[in-house]
């Protein structure tokens, strides 16, 4: 039986896979991620590790928190915490073995714990990646979901048995304000407009209703940065860690696959340090506002494109999707008339040369991205991704007709059927919501966009763009995605 991947099995990997230059045991938390899944691992404990490699890289260890699951635990904890990042990139790979995250708690199997260690007061930065849905923010009251039952729950009970991160969050800062503890720098890292900004109001709102008598302290102690995180990270298949086996002469099952790429751009705003992530590539700016927008619309907003409509036309892959000439031409035509036009970059920013590097990366067959991973929670994305450029778009007189397509694609996807009349799953925190309205319905599209936690007042301001997506949703049903494609093209 081939061994794990485990600290004694270092001195054995081949010399290509590069590994911790520090001692492991040197390390002292002063890290807390929590949502330690496949993304944190490849991009934040990524660029930690390597600053920790660096001469004087200080003694930063993370400790991830599952917020669920005990998986990502149980596949660390044999292995003393180490993993391998795979980049991968046409028949080339890069390996390098991961030892920043020293400790991997499941927050269920013992809440308490969590608080406390978010509370120690060595732990000077706190890390998210919790995704979208996990913020509970609502975006029409622009605060917290305050009726959700899980922030429900939480309220009720507090501080006992929090759920979400942001019960877990404003527990642990009320126990650093009553022990006077220092300050702590909480840094969102998902792909959220603002999503500092936006991480520092759901955690105010649920302060002000459980704790109000710390809000002064809130204030002079904690600091919530804007990033932007960018690593194209899919999740993980038996298939990579066989392949990874093979080269390791271990076993790895918390290994990560991902891309050469990687991006950081952060908001300068630490209250008590950060590792120097900065030598190591990521960027450190004022304002992080035109990157995210960027990235968000260029990037996240084509991946939700090729993601719906791919899918539906039957396409497993991202990189198969972008082989299809049509589609191909569709996603450019996507970024060069419908997103960048809302975009200001900062100047001597070549956003020809961004389209062109997000288009290969797209394309790169090594990655096997699959569009289902991508199409996960649509009524959380789309917002930030298409919809905030339809309205931009609308503002400056100018037609989407992509968009369009696009939107009608996601509806047609909420239906749970491909082209080809294949009935798949659909993963959504609003499914039922968004299911129940089309079921049935005579004007399946007006109904999903009634739905006004995803698109606002858009229907109502924008009765052209609604009659858009009823002729793409039409076509789509009537013709398939490919027709439909031909069409917006020819428009
Ligand atoms: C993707 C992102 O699954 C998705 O929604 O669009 O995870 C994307 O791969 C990353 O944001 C890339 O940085």
Redesign the pocket.
């Known amino acids: 039986m081939t061994g794990r991947l485990c600290t004694q099995a270092l001195a054995r990997l081949p010399a290509a896979v590069a590994r911790p230059q520090y001692a492991l045991e040197q390390l002292r938390p002063g890290i807390v991620h929590l949502g330690v899944g496949a993304?944190h691992r490849a991009h934040q404990a990524w660029y930690t590790e390597q600053a920790l490699n660096r001469e004087g890289g200080g003694d930063w260890g993370i400790i991830g928190a599952s917020l669920r699951r005990p998986e990502v635990r149980d596949q660390l904890q044999p292995q003393d915490g180490l993993y391998t990042v795979v980049e991968r990139e046409g028949g080339q790979s890069r390996y390098r073995v991961v030892g920043a995250i020293r400790e991997v708690l499941v927050a269920p199997e013992d809440p308490a714990a969590l608080v406390a260690v978010l509370a120690r007061p060595e732990i000077r930065v706190i890390t998210l990646t919790i995704t979208e849905k996990g913020y509970h923010y609502d975006r029409a009251s622009g605060g917290l979901d305050l009726a959700h039952p899980d922030v429900q729950h939480e309220l009720a009970h507090f501080p006992q048995g929090p759920l979400t991160a942001v019960g877990y969050l404003v527990a642990a800062l009320a126990q650093r304000a009553q022990a006077g503890a220092p300050g702590v720098t909480v840094l969102s890292c998902d792909?959220l407009p603002h999503n500092g900004r936006v991480l520092r109001k759901v955690v105010a709102d649920f302060a002000a209703r459980a704790a109000p008598q710390l809000a002064g302290w809130f204030a002079a102690n904690t600091r919530f940065p804007c990033s932007m995180?960018?690593?194209?990270?899919p999740a993980s298949t038996a298939g990579d860690l066989e392949d990874l086996q093979r080269v390791l002469g271990v076993h790895d099952a918390a290994a990560v696959f991902t891309e050469p790429f990687a991006q950081w751009v952060v908001e300068d705003d630490f209250v008590r340090g950060a590792p120097d992530w900065r030598a190591v590539g990521a960027v450190y700016t004022n304002d992080v506002t035109p990157f995210e927008t960027m990235?968000l619309r260029l990037?996240?907003g084509s991946?939700?494109l090729i993601a719906y409509l791919g899918y539906l036309a039957g396409h497993e892959h991202v990189h198969e999707v972008m082989a299809d000439a049509q589609f191909a031409r569709l996603v450019w035509r996507f970024m060069d008339d419908e997103a960048q036009p809302t975009l200001s970059v900062p100047e001597g920013f070549d956003l020809e040369d961004y389209k062109t590097q997000l288009a290969q990366r797209f394309a790169n067959p090594a990655l096997m991205?699959r569009t289902y991973?991508?199409a996960?929670d649509g009524s959380q994305?789309i917002p930030q991704r298409w919809l905030a450029s339809v309205r931009d778009l609308a503002d400056q007189g100018h037609p989407t007709p992509i968009l369009a397509l696009a939107v009608a694609g996601w509806i047609r996807y909420l239906q749970g059927r491909r082209d080809d009349g294949h009935p798949f799953e659909v993963d959504d925190p609003l499914r039922e919501q968004l299911q129940a309205a089309i079921t049935g319905s005579d004007h399946p599209c007006r109904a999903a966009m009634a739905v006004s936690a995803v698109f606002g007042d858009l229907p109502r301001r924008q009765p052209d763009f609604l009659h858009a997506v009823e002729q793409n949703y039409n076509r789509i049903v009537s013709q398939g995605v490919p027709a439909a494609i031909k069409t917006a093209l020819e428009s």
């Open positions: 993304f792909n995180v960018d690593r194209i990270v990235k990037l996240n991946h939700s991205h991973q991508i996960q994305k």
